[in-house]
């Protein structure tokens, strides 16, 4: 079910790069105009992040997520009756406040019914399937608009996360042990306890905390070149590299990459832990892998096709990918009673930046006249990430648990 959430929230949120190209003529909406298009989704996405990872948390993700999804598919079906630009804002400030809470409530689901062992597995096959449906998006989108013009695609899409909604409502549960057919085995497997009363996020402590900032700070600097890949993809290769509006299906090609990188991602996340334990393991495919997506995007601003700068950008993507389920799973590592806050905390700094990605980008467009200019601070940044990925240290919960006194007192000295 995450798998197919996952799948869903791409379609919704590829589908308005996709049919970017024709929503810009339609509505005229010029390229520093269209950054704020993508902006406005992550300013809301980050400003109801944290309160609804925390209310996850709290109340549960059985009511949180079914609120989340039926939310933004509403708001997804109206994208596709705005009659002119500021409308537009408007809807998609609307979309990003209701899907907000989605990846952090996964989180929490994780944490409640994922051993540790093969959590990075889990989030490598969550956000695999997150690409699959940025893959299917192009195949998709471009045949409905074509023959029925780009407002039909948010209509089509916008039903499936509601049929979602209703079938997870009915049949998740929050607990293991509240969920029919959950045996002692399994529950012993997942090392699932009774849930308690959550008090929620200390977060008077939690902001003094350095490794909170750092773990937020590194998603920052991955997700300001992975915001490229969500917003301007389809319009870099129409407007910059010269791809007609038929030859948009090879952008598949570098979510198909990002998939694979996912879920490799994932499963070779949870063997190095388990052969060089989590402090090496998380590091070390972090710090790699950005490192080698700053190369790889450094070889496209010089490619010299676009059918080459599409194969260099899809090498670039997969590699920022391939590190995700390790970021993910570092907030269930240190997250302690708080995974769905920790993530959403991560989860807001990446939205502040792929907000300011959005219009940047747009902004060097229009001032240097070209599509290469705004790759350069996403290099940087690339690199940046690359150094605070060593510096991580998943071994050290954020929010210990006390120690009994009684325990305390019979401990040897």
């Given at each position: 079910?995450?798998?197919?959430?996952?799948?869903?929230?791409?379609?919704?949120?590829?589908?308005?790069?996709?049919?970017?190209?024709?929503?810009?003529?339609?509505?005229?909406?010029?390229?520093?105009?269209?950054?704020?298009?993508?902006?406005?989704?992550?300013?809301?996405?980050?400003?109801?992040?944290?309160?609804?990872?925390?209310?996850?948390?709290?109340?549960?993700?059985?009511?949180?997520?079914?609120?989340?999804?039926?939310?933004?598919?509403?708001?997804?079906?109206?994208?596709?009756?705005?009659?002119?630009?500021?409308?537009?804002?408007?809807?998609?400030?609307?979309?990003?406040?209701?899907?907000?809470?989605?990846?952090?409530?996964?989180?929490?689901?994780?944490?409640?019914?994922?051993?540790?062992?093969?959590?990075?597995?889990?989030?490598?096959?969550?956000?695999?399937?997150?690409?699959?449906?940025?893959?299917?998006?192009?195949?998709?989108?471009?045949?409905?608009?074509?023959?029925?013009?780009?407002?039909?695609?948010?209509?089509?899409?916008?039903?499936?996360?509601?049929?979602?909604?209703?079938?997870?409502?009915?049949w998740f549960r929050d607990s293991?042990?509240?969920?029919?057919?959950?045996?002692?085995?399994?529950?012993?497997?997942?090392?699932?306890?009774?849930?308690?009363?959550?008090?929620?996020?200390?977060?008077?402590?939690?902001?003094?905390?350095?490794?909170?900032?750092?773990?937020?700070?590194?998603?920052?600097?991955?997700?300001?070149?992975?915001?490229?890949?969500?917003?301007?993809?389809?319009?870099?290769?129409?407007?910059?590299?010269?791809?007609?509006?038929?030859?948009?299906?090879?952008?598949?090609?570098?979510?198909?990459?990002?998939?694979?990188?996912?879920?490799?991602?994932g499963v070779a996340g949870d063997?190095?832990?388990?052969?060089?334990?989590?402090?090496?393991?998380?590091?070390?495919?972090?710090?790699?892998?950005?490192?080698?997506?700053?190369?790889?995007?450094?070889?496209?601003?010089?490619?010299?096709?676009?059918?080459?700068?599409?194969?260099?950008?899809?090498?670039?993507?997969?590699?920022?990918?391939?590190?995700?389920?390790?970021?993910?799973?570092?907030?269930?590592?240190?997250?302690?009673?708080?995974?769905?806050?920790?993530?959403?905390?991560?989860?807001?700094?990446?939205?502040?930046?792929?907000?300011?990605?959005?219009?940047?980008?747009?902004?060097?467009?229009?001032?240097?006249?070209?599509?290469?200019?705004?790759?350069?601070?996403?290099?940087?940044?690339?690199?940046?990430?690359?150094?605070?990925?060593?510096?991580?240290?998943?071994?050290?919960?954020?929010?210990?648990?006390?120690?009994?006194?009684?325990?305390?007192?019979?401990?040897?000295?």
């Amino acid at each position: 079910m995450l798998s197919l959430l996952s799948v869903i929230t791409y379609l919704d949120r590829d589908c308005i790069a996709v049919a970017g190209p024709r929503m810009q003529d339609a509505l005229h909406i010029s390229p520093q105009a269209w950054g704020w298009v993508t902006s406005v989704f992550f300013i809301a996405y980050g400003i109801f992040e944290i309160p609804s990872g925390a209310l996850g948390d709290r109340i549960g993700p059985r009511l949180v997520l079914t609120r989340i999804v039926a939310w933004w598919s509403v708001f997804t079906s109206i994208t596709g009756a705005v009659p002119r630009f500021p409308v537009l804002l408007l809807v998609r400030f609307c979309f990003a406040a209701g899907e907000a809470g989605a990846y952090p409530n996964a989180s929490t689901v994780i944490a409640r019914w994922i051993p540790v062992a093969k959590r990075t597995r889990a989030w490598g096959t969550l956000w695999m399937s997150g690409q699959l449906g940025a893959v299917l998006s192009p195949l998709l989108v471009v045949p409905i608009q074509v023959r029925y013009g780009w407002r039909a695609s948010f209509f089509v899409f916008g039903v499936l996360g509601v049929v979602w909604s209703v079938v997870w409502y009915v049949w998740f549960r929050d607990s293991p042990h509240d969920k029919p057919g959950v045996s002692p085995d399994e529950l012993r497997e997942i090392d699932s306890a009774p849930l308690s009363h959550s008090h929620g996020m200390p977060w008077s402590t939690a902001l003094r905390l350095p490794a909170l900032w750092r773990i937020a700070a590194t998603a920052a600097c991955y997700t300001y070149s992975f915001g490229f890949f969500q917003a301007w993809l389809q319009t870099y290769l129409v407007r910059g590299r010269g791809f007609t509006e038929a030859a948009l299906v090879f952008s598949s090609l570098t979510y198909a990459v990002g998939a694979t990188a996912n879920a490799l991602g994932g499963v070779a996340g949870d063997q190095m832990v388990a052969r060089y334990g989590l402090r090496i393991a998380r590091r070390t495919i972090g710090a790699v892998s950005l490192a080698l997506a700053a190369a790889f995007l450094t070889a496209a601003i010089f490619a010299p096709s676009g059918k080459l700068a599409l194969i260099f950008l899809s090498l670039a993507y997969g590699a920022i990918l391939f590190q995700q389920p390790s970021l993910c799973a570092i907030c269930l590592d240190v997250g302690g009673k708080h995974p769905g806050a920790v993530f959403a905390f991560m989860n807001t700094a990446s939205s502040v930046t792929a907000a300011l990605s959005a219009v940047i980008f747009g902004t060097l467009v229009g001032h240097f006249g070209n599509y290469n200019a705004p790759f350069v601070p996403m290099v940087a940044f690339l690199c940046v990430g690359a150094l605070l990925w060593l510096q991580a240290d998943p071994t050290r919960e954020l929010f210990p648990e006390p120690i009994p006194a009684q325990l305390a007192a019979a401990a040897p000295a």
